[in-house]
């Protein structure tokens, strides 16, 4: 993408140096990936994350865009960036875990979207079916095998 509108509410100052209850929009015409990444941020959403086992060692990536695509016959959907290598392997798997993580995992959600080579060292999991990595303490987690739609790579 090389250029982006984004609709941001930004306060206005009153007089008394506090900010005002009228707001006012500002559009960017130019695409800034930070001052994107910080609107989209304000957006709230479930955070997952999928785990797999890739050639012996366990490896997972956090995903916001989760959700339920249907319940007869179970689907389920999420949008990951085409260049992620963490994906590549999870997909190679053959079959994943959804671990759906809970506000108290804040530091793991923050660990996973790091660059920490050591990231499962770091917390609580057990392997379940096909060794996927099921983290300890989440809300829920659910086993998947990975059917690629048209398209996927």
Known sequence: MTSATVSINEPQMG???????????GHMDVFDETKFRS??????????????????????????????????PPLVGFLVDKRSS???????????????????????CRLFTGRSPDRFTSIGWQAKRNGMPVLDDVIAWIGLRHRPSRGSR
Do not use: K
């Open 86 to 108: 963490t994906w590549s392997r999870i997909a190679a798997s053959g079959s994943f875990c959804v671990n759906v993580l809970g506000h108290h995992q804040e530091e793991v």
């Open 15 to 25: 007089p008394d140096g506090e900010p005002s209850s009228n707001a006012r929009t």
């Open 39 to 72: 609107v989209l941020s304000n957006y709230p959403t479930g955070v997952t994350l999928v785990t797999a086992t890739h050639d012996g060692d366990p490896v997972g990536l956090i995903i916001g865009s989760f959700t339920s695509v249907s319940l007869n």
